[in-house]
């Protein structure tokens, strides 16, 4: 699997992350020295040590295949994986992005299409716009805005969620 990903992009990672499960063993350390890569791991017992790979599974197991009964054929849960990863690119919002989806980030796109507190009227809007922080209050007048969601790919269990002004 190491080998195809490696393929795939045309060279080896500088490093390797992970847990010191047995399959992190002799054979895959003898892999990582073969093409100098520097494996490293978790600290055993420490919750967080490895904290972007499990925020990962978590975010794998939660929002990506939550409406996904497992498929056993290879080409079904890939075909559920590729479509979870776009959506999780492409529209799903991430706090530490500001709102942004990841594509959206790595694109350097700093307004989000239908989005009333962007634009022309982003100064003005953004003092209208509500925070969800406790004791932020809304400041001016309140701008009336739609929630349009659809559903990517028709899959209930990925949103993408749309602000427009309202007429």
Request: charged content about 30%; some cysteine; aromatic content about 8%.
């Amino acid at each position: 699997m190491l080998d195809r990903a490696v393929k795939r992009v045309g060279q080896a990672p500088k490093y390797t992350i992970t847990d010191q499960g047995t399959q992190f063993g002799e054979r895959y350390e003898e892999w990582c020295r073969r093409r100098g890569v520097k494996p490293r791991f978790g600290a055993v017992g420490k919750r967080g040590s490895i904290a972007v790979v499990e925020r990962f599974h978590r975010t794998l197991k939660e929002e990506l295949l939550r409406g996904v009964l497992v498929p056993y054929a290879t080409k079904e849960i890939r075909r559920a994986l590729t479509v979870g990863f776009r959506w999780y690119n492409e529209h799903r919002p991430h706090m530490a992005l500001q709102g942004r989806a990841p594509r959206e980030a790595y694109e350097g796109v700093s307004e989000r299409p239908g989005d009333p507190t962007q634009g022309k009227e982003a100064g003005r809007a953004q003092e209208n716009s509500v925070r969800l922080e406790r004791g932020t209050a809304m400041k001016g007048p309140a701008r009336e805005v739609r929630l349009h969601i659809a559903y990517f790919e028709g899959r209930r269990y990925l949103p993408v969620v749309r602000l427009e002004p309202a007429a």
